[in-house]
């Protein structure tokens, strides 16, 4: 047999989701907003004597770093798309990605907590004259992130707190190519530290006119809380795709059901995910006519995001 006539029966194994390139372009885009805002808090904080804005400076280099990692993680897994030594492809880079961030997410978070505990024990002196237009400055810096950030179809952090009530039906959404943990990583950093502006300029405006100096670390301590929720959601999402976890139940009814027809028998199914959007499926099944594979594959026919589907066929063995 020539080696073209294979050709026909290979594909690629490229398995990115639908808006890879503009999400790697916009999470660039947002490191260079993260890297500006964070240089010119840290000088303004020196500059003006300001520790809390040094503080603040460095707690967004942490962000910057986590953003880089998912924008890095975009160009790598577009470079790497085809290299044969990865079996299937370059689509998991991104849940990589995004279980990283979500661990940094919970350090920045657990660093905010421990620095909030302090500062409510041991009150220091706040210069609000300064905060409060630094700390509207990265709020808006955050806002604008975010806004580029945001997908149409955006599953938001906390989709997965009710996880086994919608288990299903957030999944099914998934599977059409609406998920992509690494831009939904790279988003809830940005979230995180939206939320955390928000919390800190509420806290200085009541401590700076009515005196609730206490507020600010209490604030602080309320964030934690918050967004260890949200790094908990990803690092479960992210996870259970690295993992090959079946992606939702039902699909996995769903294929077994369109396999077992005519009396035939699925007696192994494999369904995971390989990508945004993209799922493999690799089944064993077991039929007193066999026909060939193809005819099995063909009953998957109308399923979507299945992209790579491997069935092998056994005869019945009738006693």
Request: net charge negative; with cysteine.
């Amino acid at each position: 047999m020539h080696s073209h006539t294979l050709d026909t029966w290979q594909h690629e194994h490229r398995f990115l989701g639908e808006k890879h390139d503009r999400h790697e372009r916009r999470t660039w885009l947002v490191v260079v907003l993260t890297a500006v805002m964070m240089v010119a808090e840290i000088l303004g904080g020196n500059i003006f004597g300001s520790m809390a804005l040094v503080a603040d400076g460095w707690h967004m280099s942490t962000h910057a770093a986590a953003l880089g990692i998912a924008a890095l993680a975009y160009r790598f897994a577009r470079i790497y798309a085809s290299d044969a030594r990865l079996t299937f492809g370059t689509g998991k880079l991104g849940e990589l990605a995004g279980f990283s961030s979500a661990i940094m997410l919970a350090m920045i978070a657990l660093f905010i907590g421990y620095e909030s505990a302090t500062r409510l024990l041991q009150p220091v002196i706040i210069g609000f004259e300064q905060a409060i237009p630094i700390a509207m400055a990265g709020l808006a810096v955050n806002l604008l992130s975010a806004w580029l950030l945001h997908d149409g179809d955006h599953h938001h952090a906390h989709g997965h707190s009710d996880h086994h009530a919608h288990d299903d039906v957030h999944h099914h959404q998934e599977l059409h190519g609406h998920h992509d943990t690494n831009q939904r990583a790279a988003y809830v950093h940005v979230l995180a530290d939206a939320l955390t502006s928000i919390l800190a300029i509420i806290a200085l405006v009541l401590g700076r006119y009515y005196g609730l100096t206490w507020l600010d670390p209490v604030m602080g301590l309320v964030g934690t809380v918050v967004i260890l929720a949200w790094s908990w959601s990803l690092v479960r999402s992210a996870g259970s795709v690295l993992l090959d976890a079946v992606p939702s139940k039902t699909q996995a009814r769903q294929v077994r059901g369109c396999l077992e027809l005519d009396g035939d028998k699925v007696a192994d199914l494999h369904l995971w995910r390989l990508g945004p959007g993209h799922l493999g499926v690799i089944a064993s099944v077991v039929s007193d006519n066999p026909q060939a594979p193809e005819a099995y594959k063909r009953r998957l026919d109308g399923m979507h995001g299945l992209a790579h589907v491997t069935i092998e066929v056994h005869a019945c063995a009738h006693p």
